[in-house]
């Protein structure tokens, strides 16, 4: 009976992971394929589809624009998350808890209202559809975030911190540049990473603002309407690694636990 | 050395509607060692964030050396802080913490880092330049917070309760030393404490305060011989308290009824005021009556051996909400549960405006 159980237990452990990996595994087998499709039996491996990417300009170039994108985005994204959450938390504001939700309230928007909105906005002010554009949408969408993971770590045990440095004649400007980011930084780079990740695979506003010059997820799906190939199998799975370095890295930061 | 080095003037502070501060004015000369003493809520914390700039007083004003430094923000005045938590910045070495106030002053490198080491020598630390706060223990990371107040040259060094998080022993071992660097710097020290005992080690001008005033000041002697007010002569040290009413007043002699039956000391309050006669516990005589003052008899509730002495507490046989505090000999036989005459030197007693 206890055997049985053990038994089950098992096969429902495999049958979940399976049911979450295995899309992925699928994904990352094929775009191995020696043969033009990516369908069994598999043919490789094979890395002449992941050389055909790179050598793709379209692929290259999109995959240029979606890192600077992301680079950008989430470097304004940090900084104003940054900035915001100083700010919340050092000082007395009238409405402050109204004022917090409002800042995190585009977290539980969804990414098509918010990039039809931008749509909608950028079309009445003129602003063309660009890589911009996108930009200016993912820091919408992460500025939230990156408050939110920073001003949660923005304990009163930094004020004293702080009154220090500027009773030992420290201008307003360098105490946030030498004291209060430093003593932020996990928090920071966590939010940075996270943002990164974010932006690195976020294809409905990107769809939405960009025209020509576009980001490697929209690529893909341009990519995708011709059919699938192993092709899109080597861009997906390079995409997926990208978010998983990403992810690491978020996690180390964030998690890194300093000796008190 | 006309001009006292800190002038505070009529300062007031509140917290939106609660007062802290009630028109607290205190001078500070230059090189003394001021505590300013109370229990918590008294204000004395507040009076130091207004000295350091990080309050600015509902009224009043603050002058250093002369100067109107009010609303002077903390990073202009020639004030530093000792904080109660430290407050080191965990990112920088010792080192760095300690040269963090003349790196702000643009001063270079290598005259940085020779200033950093000799104030850590100073403090006893000079081992420690290269090490991370987190290294450090509680004392240690006390001594850098000191260094690095101390290394800018403030005119006025305040500090925090900053003894509060150390355990006993080391208290009394960093309060020695907290004496001692500041006789050999010679800077002015403003420290807020609500332990008795660390005042009157360390203080040449202790300041007593209670709701937001000042009750009494002066050099710790004086405070524990002659306190001013009833407050003070329970907060610095014990004190047996016994009410009474002026009912003769004359040639410098009062005489006062009380619980225990009238009592003729000098003083010069007028018949009919009522005073509070303060005794300090060691100037209480216990058994066969041998001073001036009878004091009546009291039943013994409990004797506590502290060494070097013994604390009697006991209550009057005639007034049972009279309790005496008295400090017998080591040697003494007086066990709880004994009835004893009570008295002590009418020089020894201390009146009290009630």
Redesign the interface.
């Given at each position: 009976m206890r055997a049985a159980v053990r038994f089950a237990a098992w096969v429902y452990a495999i049958a979940v992971y399976g049911f979450i990996f295995l899309p992925v595994v699928v994904l990352v087998l094929f775009s191995l394929q020696a043969t033009s499709f990516p369908i069994p039996p598999f043919t490789g491996p094979s890395l002449r589809w992941y050389q055909a990417v790179l050598s793709d300009a379209r692929l290259t170039s999109a995959l240029v624009n979606s890192l600077l994108v992301a680079v950008l985005s989430s470097l304004a994204s940090v900084t104003l998350g940054f900035l915001s959450a100083w700010g919340f938390a050092r000082f007395v504001l009238p409405g402050s808890a109204i004022l917090r939700g409002l800042i995190t309230l585009p977290l539980t928007v969804s990414y098509l209202i918010i990039g039809m909105g931008l749509l909608v906005l950028f079309n009445w002010a003129g602003v063309p559809k660009s890589l911009l554009a996108a930009g200016i949408g993912h820091v919408v969408i992460n500025l939230p975030l990156c408050f939110a993971i920073i001003y949660s770590q923005m304990g009163d045990?930094q004020i004293?911190?702080e009154?220090?440095?500027?009773?030992?004649?420290?201008?307003e400007w360098?105490v946030l540049l030498m004291?209060t980011v430093?003593?932020m930084?996990p928090a920071i780079f966590a939010g940075f990473f996270l943002s990164m990740t974010f932006s690195w695979d976020e294809f409905v506003i990107s769809f939405l603002l960009t025209r020509f010059e576009t980001t490697l997820p929209v690529e893909i799906w341009n990519l995708l309407r011709s059919g699938l190939n192993p092709k899109t199998n080597a861009v997906g799975s390079l995409v997926f690694a990208v978010s998983i370095v990403l992810v690491v890295f978020f996690e180390l930061t964030l998690l890194r636990r300093?000796?008190? | 050395m006309s001009a006292p080095l800190v002038d505070i003037r009529n300062v007031s502070h509140r917290f939106g509607q609660l007062p802290v501060l009630k028109n607290v004015s205190l001078a500070i000369e230059p090189g003394s060692y001021t505590i300013l003493l109370g229990p918590s809520g008294s204000g004395k914390t507040t009076l130091l964030s207004i000295l350091?700039?990080?309050v600015t007083p509902s009224e009043g004003k603050v002058f250093i050396r002369g100067a109107d430094c009010t609303a002077v923000?903390?990073?202009?005045r020639p004030?530093?802080?000792v904080?109660q938590?430290y407050?080191?910045?965990?990112?920088m070495s010792v080192g760095g913490n300690v040269g963090?106030?003349l790196r702000?002053?643009g001063v270079d490198g290598a005259a940085r880092a020779a200033k950093a080491r000799e104030a850590l020598a100073l403090v006893g630390l000079a081992a420690a330049f290269d090490k991370k706060p987190?290294q450090l223990s509680g004392g240690q990371r006390q001594r850098v917070a000191l260094a690095?107040?101390l290394v800018?040259e403030p005119a006025v060094l305040l500090l925090d309760e900053p003894l509060g998080a150390l355990d006993l022993k080391l208290r009394r071992q960093m309060q020695d030393e907290l004496k001692a660097i500041q006789k050999r710097v010679g800077t002015a020290f403003i420290h807020v404490t609500h332990d008795q005992e660390e005042a009157m080690a360390l203080a040449d001008h202790c300041v007593v305060m209670n709701d937001g005033r000042i009750e009494d000041e002066g050099p710790p002697e004086r405070v524990y011989a002659r306190p001013a007010t009833r407050f003070s002569a329970t907060f610095m040290g014990e004190s047996t308290i016994l009410a009474g009413t002026v009912t003769e007043a004359g040639n410098g002699t009062v005489t006062v009824s009380t619980a225990v039956g009238p009592i003729s000391l000098p003083g010069a309050p007028p018949a009919g005021a009522p005073v509070a006669l303060a005794i300090r516990p060691e100037h209480l005589v216990l058994g066969e009556v041998k001073s001036d003052v009878a004091l009546g008899t009291a039943k013994v509730g409990d004797v506590v051996f502290q060494g070097s002495f013994k604390r009697v507490l006991a209550t009057s046989m005639q007034d049972p909400a009279l309790q005496f505090i008295a400090k017998a000999p080591a040697s003494a036989t007086v066990q709880a549960g004994d009835t004893i005459p009570v008295s002590c030197n009418a020089q020894d007693i201390i009146l009290l405006a009630d």
């Open positions: 045990h004293n911190i009154r220090a440095a500027r009773d030992l004649g420290a201008a360098k004291i430093p003593v930084a300093k000796p008190a | 350091g700039g990080f923000p903390p990073a202009k004030t530093t802080t904080f938590d407050a080191l910045f965990p990112h963090f106030g702000m002053q987190h690095r107040a800018v």
